[in-house]
């Protein structure tokens, strides 16, 4: 996806029904809107899953962080 957004302007205007909300898993969920004209929009938002590792040096107080890791 090139925007950090997506926009419907198809749904403008329009009158809500009904607005149900579902977990699917643990990592994704739907919204589900019912509209007052007979039709629905649905969007499924995906969470993605990242790793994140440090290498830190222990002893007496607060660890160092050597280096932190990301995905």
Do not use: W
Request: contains cysteine.
């Amino acid at each position: 996806m090139t925007n950090d957004y997506l926009e419907c302007p198809e749904l403008s205007g329009k009158n809500i029904k009904n607005l149900k909300l579902y977990k699917d898993s643990a990592e994704r969920c739907e919204v589900l809107i019912e509209f007052t004209d007979g039709t629905s929009f649905s969007c499924a938002l995906d969470v993605q899953s990242t790793i994140k590792a440090s290498l830190i040096r222990t002893g007496i107080g607060t660890p160092d962080i050597l280096r932190e890791y990301l995905t």
